[in-house]
T-cell receptor
Framework: AQSVTQLDSQVPVFEEAPVELRCNYS??????LFWYVQYPNQGLQLLLK??????LVKGINGFEAEFNKSQTSFHLRKPSVHISDTAEYFC??????????????FGQGTILTVHP | NAGVTQTPKFQVLKTGQSMTLQCAQD?????MYWYRQDPGMGLRLIYY???????DKGEVPNGYNVSRLNKREFSLRLESAAPSQTSVYFC????????????FGPGTRLTVT
């Protein structure tokens, strides 16, 4: 079984500052990793995913994440945030290869609040 | 493409009432999922359907039943609602062998009083 821990439940930051949202995972098998964003009163939207290959993954809206297998981490970063990035962010994991039928295990979520 | 649609958007039930949440996807995906979202707990899998004609329990199945009506539709039923089922419910779909990421509906906000 997999588990995901998002290390910060809330992250306040000022506009144009850099931000890092931390995610650690636990699994005995190879995994695929995802970051989703949820804007207020909406569903979840995929930001980026790591399947294989380069450990630095670029996503939408200027976000990127780095897969670190030795530290079992997949931290999300953005060099300069905007007010519109205010949302809740979820890290998720599934077993690689599709053998888990795509079932996702989610972290608890991190609320990013960008202040002017 | 509408993607994943869910009805209703909002619902208030009294304890003991029943209801069915509807979900449909138009992306020809094989697999569909139901999650519930509670503050500070992320999303937890209730049931999933790996393919048409199959369903299986997820992490929190108690108090729920599902039906995979056809490839497009996957419904979630609460037979006797309880206040502990107050939550936001999300349906999602994917093709695990090709897409990997899931596509989510807009959610149903359910309150049980």
């Amino acid at each position: 079984a997999q588990s995901v821990t998002q290390l910060d439940s809330q992250v306040p930051v000022f506009e144009e500052a850099p931000v890092e949202l931390r995610c650690n995972y636990s699994s005995s098998v190879s995994v695929y990793l995802f970051w989703y964003v949820q804007y207020p009163n909406q569903g979840l939207q995929l930001l980026l995913k790591y399947l294989s290959g380069s450990t630095l993954v670029k996503g939408i809206n200027g976000f990127e994440a780095e897969f670190n297998k030795s530290q079992t981490s997949f931290h999300l970063r953005k060099p300069s945030v905007h007010i519109s990035d205010t949302a809740e962010y979820f890290c998720a994991v599934t077993m690689a290869g599709g053998t888990s039928y795509g079932k996702l295990t989610f972290g608890q979520g991190t609320i990013l609040t960008v202040h002017p | 493409n509408a993607g994943v649609t869910q009805t209703p958007k909002f619902q208030v039930l009294k304890t003991g009432q029943s209801m069915t949440l509807q979900c449909a996807q138009d992306m020809n995906h094989n697999s569909m999922y139901w999650y519930r979202q509670d503050p500070g707990m992320g999303l937890r899998l209730i049931y999933y359907s790996a393919s048409e004609g199959t369903t299986d329990k997820g992490e929190v199945p108690n108090g729920y039943n599902v039906s995979r009506l056809n490839k497009r539709e996957f419904s979630l039923r609460l037979e006797s609602a309880a206040p502990s089922q107050t939550s936001v419910y999300f349906c999602a779909s994917t093709d695990p062998g090709t897409r990997h990421e899931q596509y989510f509906g807009p959610g149903t906000r359910l309150t049980v009083t």
